[in-house]
Each structure stands twice: as C-alpha cells, then as structure tokens.
C-alpha cells in the first residue's frame, strides 16, 4: 500500500488544523453544557437524524401541530459516530437549533471504509437494501451475488429492482430467469421502467412504510429512479448548493428523504457505491445463503469445498440443490478476495 509522504512543514500545518478543529468543538461543547445546566434549552425530545456535517447534525422532529421540522444541531463530545438515520434525544434552544444529548438504539447500520481502509458507519436504521441493475449495463456473472452477499454481511433485507424493463425482449430473456431463481431464493424482486408510465408501481408498493438506500453499478438508473420517487428532490439539491457555499461539505453526506407516500429514502454517493467494499472468505460463505442448510455438514471441519471428499456442499451441486452458477460465483468471489492480497 503506498502512503503519500508529506513534508515535516505539511504535516505540521495539518496537526495545527487538527488541532484548532478540536479546540473549537471543545469549546462549542463547553458552552452548550453550560447551557444545558442555564436550562436554555427546551425538555428532550425525540427525533432523527436526517443529514450530517462533521460535528453538526440536521436532526427532524414533529413539533405540536404535528408538522415535521429540521434542526441544525450539535452533538456533545461523547456522542461521537452519529449518522443519518439515527434515532436521538435532542433539547431544542430557543431559536430553531438545538443540541443532541443520546443516541437511540440502532436496528442495523450500513457501514462503508473510509480513506484509510477502516470501516466507518454511513447510515442507521435501514429495513432494506435495493440492488438495481438493468439490462444495460448488463451485470457480469457474479456482479448480483457480490451485492447480495454484502447486504447480507449487513443483516439488512436486500430486494433486487431490475430497471429498464422496457428493453428486455418480450418474454423477459435471460435477466428475467435469472431473476426467478433469485426469487426461489427468497428475495424479494420489483421490476421498474423510468421510462413507462406505470412501471414504478412495484417499486412504490416496496418502498412504502419502509427505509430504503438504492445501490448499484453506474448507469443502472439510480438517479432517474430516485429523481421520479422525489418530485421536489431537484428543489433539495438546490437547497443543498446554497448550504455548500456557506463550506459544509453536503455533497457527501448521506441525506434522509421522505417520499410522498410514506417511507425514507437515504441516499449518498458513498452509499451508492456500496457492495464493492471488502468482505472475508466467511462472510461470503454465509453469504450465500442457500449454503446455510449444509454448513458444518462437511465430512472435514476445515472443508475448503473445493475437492474435498465428504464436502456437503459439493454434494449439494451435484445434486441439483444448489445451482452451479451460484456455486461458480461463490468460487469467484473467494478468488477475488485472494487476489486482493488477503
Ligand atoms: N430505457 C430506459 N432507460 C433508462 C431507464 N432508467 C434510466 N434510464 C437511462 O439510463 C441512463 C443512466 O441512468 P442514471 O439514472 O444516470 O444511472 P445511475 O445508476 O444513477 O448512474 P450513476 O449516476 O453513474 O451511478 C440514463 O440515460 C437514463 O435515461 C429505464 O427505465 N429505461
Ligand atoms: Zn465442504
């Protein structure tokens, strides 16, 4: 792995940056605990994180009409890792802003590695996961099977959407098979056009009630699908152009949307991009999760499944129970891992 090697003088001016940052929220945090204990902020009330800036937050709440309401907030000093989604516990000044005082228990967190290769938490309490991808760019074999396994890794539903069904041939061709099995799997699959005018009616129907992050390779049809689900979403990236002139970094962010008929949209290019993230061999052993009936079956504990005699999971394919496709793409993906130098 090579490190870019910066100069004593760029290290120092770095540290002194660093240095400043912490000073100032420090002395933020300092000041809202004195008022805190000055009483001039309001009682605690529950709301959700729906963007966030370094150490601000901008937190929702439903006020007393019952009209939702965005606040910038702070957090304090010991609630580091906050993340769009989240659940909190915020006391509201008396102007619009306020600070967080808790963090809600997370039913599960999308995680992403940020620039020195750690996992860093990117959004909270999602029920799912959709995985587009269309008929162009057709998905290379094993393309479905590496999103699948990551979300799986999460512990959050994946649905796949196959988008631009207004190219597929008439009864559907390979795509359309293929989706078939995933769906003897137990995923859930949506078929959605952008392009016809009722072919998002699935999509709505899944979306509904529901927190959902779109995934999926360039040029699927992620922006034209969460452009139509968002009717106003072009007015909120202007909002957010006028926000990034006063310098929060927001076009990073994940940012939370509502859709019309009820459910959350959480959407960031880093959340796009995931599944391409790294995974280990065992993650992606159960991440197959037809696999799960025959692991620990092996006649070899430290059954590779690769030519061992007494392998459950050979036998499986031999069989017929497990569809050699997806076994040929488990067998890729490990390679894949191994030659990423694990
Ligand atoms: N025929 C057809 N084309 C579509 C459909 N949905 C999107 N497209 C087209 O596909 C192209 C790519 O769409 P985008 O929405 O930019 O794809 P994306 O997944 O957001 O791509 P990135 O921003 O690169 O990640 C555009 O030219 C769209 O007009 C569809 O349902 N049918
Ligand atoms: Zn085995």
């Known amino acids: 792995m090579s490190k870019r090697k ?20 420090e002395r933020v945090d300092a000041r809202d605990g004195e008022r805190l204990e000055a009483g001039e902020f309001g009682p605690e009330r529950p709301g959700r994180v729906t963007a966030h800036f370094g150490r601000s937050l901008d937190v929702e709440a439903v006020d ?6 965005r606040h910038r907030c702070h957090m304090r000093a010991n609630m580091d890792g906050l993340v769009t989604g989240d659940r909190v516990v915020w006391r509201q000044a008396n102007d619009d802003s306020g600070v967080v005082v808790a963090r809600g228990e997370r ?14 938490p990117v959004a909270a309490n999602l029920d799912q996961i959709l995985i587009v991808f269309a ?5 290379h074999a094993n393309l479905i099977d590496r999103y699948l396994v990551a979300a799986e890794a999460t512990g959050i539903t994946p649905v796949l959407v196959l988008n631009k069904v207004d190219l597929l041939p008439e009864h559907g061709g390979e795509l359309r098979d293929l989706l078939d099995r995933y769906e003897a799997l137990g995923y859930p699959v949506v078929l959605a056009s952008v392009k016809q005018q ?3 009616d699935a999509l709505h129907q899944r979306l509904t009630g529901r927190t959902s992050v779109f995934v999926g390779q360039s040029g699927v049809g992620k922006s034209s699908l969460i452009d139509r689900l968002l009717p106003d979403h072009a007015l909120r990236i202007g909002a957010l152009s006028e926000d990034s002139r006063k310098g929060t970094h927001t076009t990073t962010t994940a940012m939370l949307y509502h859709l019309p008929a009820g459910g959350e949209l959480i959407d960031s290019p880093g959340i796009r991009e995931f599944g391409l993230t790294h995974l280990d061999a065992e993650q992606v052993t159960v991440g197959f999760i037809e696999f799960h009936d025959y692991l620990g079956r092996c006649r070899f504990r430290d059954c590779r499944h690769r030519e061992e005699p007494g392998c459950a999971l050979l036998a499986a394919v031999e069989r017929g129970d497990i569809h050699p496709q997806r076994f040929a793409s488990y067998r890729r993906i490990l390679a894949s891992l191994e030659s990423d130098g694990e």
């Open 6 to 25: 910066l100069t004593r003088q760029q290290r120092w001016r770095i540290e002194k940056i660093q240095a400043e940052r912490a000073k100032r929220a």
């Open 64 to 69: 007393d009409s019952g009209q939702r309401h």
């Open 107 to 120: 039913d599960s967190v999308l995680e992403r590695p940020d620039a020195r290769g750690q996992l860093k």
């Open 135 to 139: 008929a162009e760019p057709e998905p």
């Open 198 to 200: 009722d072919g998002l």
